[in-house]
């Protein structure tokens, strides 16, 4: 059987819910819709329910930045695709993991839904290998981080950019979902990728 | 907590909500309402220990339900210094009660289990607290009394006060919680310490809890507030 996908939409106009609907069909994917008006109700929606990719116009965020960011917080796993009917502010769309335009062709936005269905399916896949273990590189960088070595500094040690340093502790922090230097030190000591007699930095 | 989505209100009968929401008896506590009152409801236990019902609603409610919107434009002079006490009396709860239970028990933890790292959760709680510390610090020294002042239209202590550092504590602290949370469930491999360890993070959980709805009060009733005054 065809996996299903599930997809919300928020929306307040019902020709627009009813065209992406319509578009969407003509793709090859088994979709099942759920399309509310508001954003209350889709903050209603109980946590259980999970979606592949939600379709938001901004206009239900009514320009409040704080019920956007609430709402970005509550459907954190979830690629948000922006449906975009009048113009915004950039910096509301350029939040979005895409955007679709009121006048973009109908290849275009089932192309965009498609990729963030298919996408997530293959994040999971790699996020489960991934979240094992931290590469040799990304001990490497750890090791220094915790002794408190700035990002030039573990840059220039390990003989690579500034921002692949940034890109590798970007890493660390979601394999191992932690933030904080200190945090890190004490998972560093713990899995004998450091010495507790080293010079840590714990603030 | 579970998310609780009964939305209180003034007719609610003051036991009946303690009894669906424990965490209201702190609630209670920093208002200075003692338990024990029978039947009554919130507005009658409200006017007899001259509480503001409305900043009770709010405060209760966002107990109950972390989405619940606040309608902040109403508050009045009396209403606002009401709020400050209840931040007062959270702070005065976790520097008195919660912190050195904590401090105590991770305290133990390091004496039980010897494997390498757990003693360093020790420095690291340490160095948590003297954040929070610096916060509240902050607030009851800077914070408060620059709003304070608004009420009385004095602008003396302007100086020193800023919104963004405000909102910014906010998120360091809450970081280093959840950094602490995920050593003890997923990092630190658990020997002897089944019990000392699920203690502290019942404490740490419910720390969580209570300080995201103190952020909360702060961000979005106290923040605008003032944005609101400065205009």
């Excluded at chain 1, 609907?21 to 999970?50: C, F, M, W």
């Excluded at chain 1, 769309?93 to 839904?113: E, G, H, P, T």
């Excluded at chain 1, 003989?159 to 890109?167: A, D, P």
């Excluded at chain 2, 919680?177 to 995920?182: G, I, Q, V």
């Amino acid at each position: 059987m065809k996996k299903e996908y599930k997809i919300l939409i928020i929306e307040p106009s019902d020709i627009v819910t009813t065209g992406i609907i319509n578009g969407v069909s003509l793709s090859n994917l088994n979709v099942t819709y759920n399309s509310v008006y508001s954003l209350q109700e889709a903050l209603d929606i109980p946590h259980h329910r999970k979606f592949d990719v939600i379709l938001t116009n901004p206009v239900v965020f009514n320009n409040c930045l704080n019920a956007f960011n609430k709402f970005l917080s509550r459907f954190a796993q979830t690629s948000i695709i922006g449906l975009i009917t009048i113009y915004y502010d950039r910096d509301i769309c350029s939040r979005f993991a895409d955007c679709i335009y009121l006048n973009d062709s109908k290849q275009v936005y089932i192309n965009i839904i498609q990729k963030h269905l298919l996408d997530k399916k293959n994040n999971n896949a790699n996020n489960n290998n991934e979240q094992t273990s931290l590469s040799e590189r990304e001990r490497d960088v750890l090791k220094l981080l915790v002794v408190g070595k700035s990002n030039k500094e573990i840059a220039h040690k390990l003989n690579i950019s500034i921002h692949t340093v940034v890109s590798h502790r970007k890493n660390i922090t979601q394999k191992l979902g932690i933030k904080s230097t200190a945090a890190m030190a004490i998972y560093a000591v713990a899995n004998n990728i450091i010495d507790i007699n080293d010079n840590l930095n714990l603030t | 907590m579970n998310i609780k989505n009964e939305i209180i209100n003034k007719k609610s009968i003051l036991s009946e909500i303690v009894l669906k929401n424990y965490f209201l008896i702190l609630v209670l506590e920093r208002f200075g309402i003692e338990l024990g009152q029978q039947n009554k409801t919130v507005e009658t236990v409200c006017i007899e220990n001259n509480i503001s019902i409305n900043v009770f609603l709010i405060i209760a409610n966002l107990h109950n339900n972390t989405f619940y919107e606040i309608q902040t434009n109403q508050l009045n002079k009396t209403e606002i210094q009401t709020i400050i006490t209840y931040l007062k009396n959270s702070h005065q709860y976790y520097s008195e009660e919660i912190f050195p239970e904590i401090i105590e028990n991770i305290h133990l933890l390091s004496r039980k289990n010897k494997m390498p790292g757990v003693s360093m959760v020790e420095s690291f709680f340490n160095q948590y607290k003297k954040e929070v510390d610096r916060h509240f610090e902050y607030e009851e020294d800077i914070a408060f009394p620059y709003i304070l002042s608004l009420l009385d239209n004095k602008q003396n202590h302007k100086a020193n006060y800023s919104v963004k550092k405000y909102k910014e504590h906010h998120d360091d602290i809450e970081e280093k919680l959840d950094d602490l949370k995920r050593l003890l469930v997923q990092h630190l491999p658990q020997k002897n310490d089944r019990i000392i360890r699920r203690k502290i993070l019942f404490a740490l959980f419910g720390l969580e809890q209570d300080l995201r709805i103190h952020a909360k009060i702060e961000n979005d009733i106290l923040i605008p507030f003032i944005e609101n005054v400065e205009k």
